[in-house]
């Protein structure tokens, strides 16, 4: 929600808001990288405000950006002891993963308490990009990704279309997917069902987030522009927190 630039600044530890408000006339606050001016409102949830370029957030809903390693659970606690994606994620607030990646896969998760959020990201209707980096087993043919590409028959139904890239073919094959919909496993089981086994698989796009800049097993916080254009992705014009309501 939007309040005064000044009461959250004091609200975020900064001193009184009449010291806070010294702070916005030094030019020591910037909004989106923009110098604020005193009296302007802010969301702390969709704008990055900064305090002599260190960055401010908003108390309560957290927006986490993790690019799983290998062998980490996509769960909030695991009842083996394996650890979790929220082990990989330095804060004390209740978060949870947004979707799931298996075990062996790497790649970009959210994680977040934004629970309206989660549910339209996850909603096949809204048609969240997922893109994955595919190394299979054995040469895949062109033939072999227009199947893919047109969808193929699983246990739970036909998949949807999908962009299919066949990026390099040798003794193993490297394919670029863009997927819409998010199955269980779905990649691995498109693989299988066109007869090549999956060698590794990375996610490196969710929607309009990418893992540019992030090493696997890196994580951070989600900046305000990035939040922004991800609820810009299902929600539009309808944004509830650019209405000033609860999302």
Known sequence: MSERLQRALASAGFGSRRSCEELIRAGRVAVDGVPATLGMSVDLITQTVTVDEREIVSEGIEYW???KPAGVVSTADDPQGRR??????PTETRVFPVGRLDAATTGLLLITNDGALAHRLLHPSYGVEKEYEVIARGRVTEAT???????VELEDGVTAPADVHLVSV???SVLRLT???GRNRQVRRMLEAVGHSVVSLHRGR????TDDGMFV????RLRGPEIENLKRA????????AKGNEA
Request: net charge negative; charged share 25%.
């Open 170 to 172: 040798g003794r193993n």
């Open 145 to 151: 990704a227009r199947r893919l590409s047109e969808g």
């Open 234 to 241: 299902v929600y539009g014009d309808d944004d509830p927190h």
């Open 65 to 67: 950006l993790l690019n």
């Open 217 to 220: 097993g890196a994580v951070r």
């Open 206 to 209: 969710f929607g309009p987030l």
């Open 84 to 89: 979790t994606v929220v082990d990989c994620v």
């Open 179 to 181: 997927l819409h919909e």
